[in-house]
T-cell receptor, first 111, second 114 residues
Framework: DSGVTQTPKHLITATGQRVTLRCSPRSGDLSVYWYQQSLDQGLQFLIQYYNGEERAKGNILERFSAQQFPDLHSELNLSSLELGDSALYFC??????????FGPGTRLTVL | AQSVSQHNHHVILSEAASLELGCNYSYGGTVNLFWYVQYPGQHLQLLLKYFSGDPLVKGIKGFEAEFIKSKFSFNLRKPSVQWSDTAEYFCAVNAYGTASKLTFGTGTRLQVTL
């Protein structure tokens, strides 16, 4: 158990819908990262927050957005979902300059 | 831009065989290096990491990796694999001393047969 929690574990939804994935970092970690794992793209960095502020953006689609709240938990919002958005979404957390620890992931299936 | 190459996509070994998985990276600066393991249906777990110092690092479950700066490599080794090592192994890199994003290799699927 890494100490990073993610909910829900599984999410099944239809094309065009919007979903929210939630992540709680390890106690004391200020950085939260979101990654997408799919068969064709592998593990891709989406976005990073540090202490409530967006710090870095990767290959994140405009239909996707994220935020980090004052209690440091983070949410990833995915809208206008397409079949190709089906993937595992991982959250990781770290302290500055330290190792990233990953949560159990949310498996999103878009039908 | 950073990139990571894992040349072995699928490796099949018998129990007790020795393992070496290759990882090469490309980055114009000093890096942190990681190996993560993903057991079937589970999340990524840290096996070992290299930030600085001794280039031979030991991790959990008997794994070790050697950083060779001149070859931009960070190969993972284990002298004797077990059936329970069946998993996918990912090499990753980020910029040294930063909390920056990880760039992952495509992963190596290891299958250990009895």
């Amino acid at each position: 158990d890494s100490g990073v929690t993610q909910t829900p574990k599984h999410l099944i939804t239809a094309t065009g819908q919007r979903v929210t994935l939630r992540c709680s970092p390890r106690s004391g970690d200020l950085s939260v990262y979101w990654y997408q794992q799919s068969l064709d793209q592998g593990l891709q960095f989406l976005i990073q927050y540090y202490n409530g502020e967006e710090r870095a953006k990767g290959n994140i689609l405009e239909r996707f957005s994220a935020q980090q709240f004052p209690d440091l938990h983070s949410e990833l919002n995915l809208s206008s979902l397409e079949l190709g958005d089906s993937a595992l979404y991982f959250c990781a957390s770290s302290n500055l300059g330290d190792t990233q620890y990953f949560g159990p992931g949310t498996r999103l299936t878009v039908l | 831009a950073q990139s990571v190459s894992q040349h072995n996509h699928h490796v099949i070994l018998s129990e007790a065989a020795s393992l070496e998985l290759g990882c090469n990276y490309s980055y114009g600066g000093t890096v942190n290096l990681f190996w993560y393991v993903q057991y079937p249906g589970q999340h990524l777990q840290l096996l070992l990491k290299y930030f600085s110092g001794d280039p031979l690092v030991k991790g959990i479950k008997g794994f070790e990796a050697e950083f060779i700066k001149s070859k931009f490599s960070f190969n993972l080794r284990k002298p004797s694999v077990q059936w329970s090592d069946t998993a996918e192994y990912f090499c990753a890199v980020n910029a040294y001393g930063t909390a920056s994003k990880l760039t992952f290799g495509t992963g190596t699927r290891l299958q250990v047969t009895l």
